[in-house]
């Protein structure tokens, strides 16, 4: 997949950051946090777009990933407030508290046009499937919720994952039954990492629904 994006340099005190963004609005695509249950709603070019955007963070270990999903038609169905999306990886030492600052700092940026593996992402996605079945198995999405922005933590075999999971869901959300009609489908779900003690289960709920004209 190419995937047109705005790249910025801002500097951060010594720290020279590197943040991309879709260069065009998901139009259709709004995002909730997971409170503990949260709901990813997109059209197929929304859920196929960010499948590439995850597949592109899952190699970019240097770079933050930045889907201003507000900017879209606001959806009129689901709860919550909406959410922006943050995609980074754990040892890049991002802290959602840094966020504001840095979103501030994307003043000017220019042209990127980058290419997705998919052969890789399913690859790597395979591997951290296997992986999972391991007693000793950590490798899940860290998240956090701050400044109406989602953040989530990985690495490259659960952001490919991820991948290969919306890829999915794009593909198979306009076949369900209903989806034709304008009504919401639920085509994935997605569970980053689990609070300690228990408790309802955060998960992110993907669905597809087709626009309205």
């Not at 909730?32 to 196929?48: C, F, S, V």
Request: overall charge positive; aromatic content about 8%.
């Amino acid at each position: 997949m190419r995937l047109s994006l705005t790249q910025f340099r801002p500097r951060i005190g010594p720290r020279e950051h590197r943040v991309v963004r879709p260069r065009h609005t998901l139009r259709h695509t709004s995002l909730t946090a997971p409170e503990p249950i949260g709901l990813l709603l997109g059209d197929h070019d929304g859920l196929n777009r960010l499948a590439g955007l995850f597949s592109f963070a899952a190699y970019s270990r240097h770079t933050v990933v930045h889907v201003p999903l507000r900017d879209g038609v606001p959806p009129d169905e689901g709860w919550g407030e909406r959410v922006d999306l943050v995609l980074a990886h754990h040892t890049y030492g991002l802290r959602p508290s840094q966020w504001p600052e840095l979103r501030r700092a994307l003043r000017s940026g220019a042209p990127l046009a980058v290419g997705t593996d998919e052969v890789r992402t399913r690859d790597h996605a395979e591997v951290w499937r296997r992986r999972q079945t391991h007693a000793d198995f950590r490798d899940e999405l860290r998240h956090a919720t701050h400044a109406r922005t989602f953040f989530l933590f990985g690495s490259r075999d659960v952001f490919a994952q991820t991948a290969v999971e919306l890829a999915w869901a794009a593909d198979w959300g306009p076949r369900q039954k209903r989806a034709d009609t304008g009504a919401s489908v639920l085509a994935t779900g997605i569970s980053p990492k689990q609070p300690p003690g228990g408790g309802h289960p955060y998960e992110l709920l993907v669905c597809f629904r087709k626009p309205v004209r």
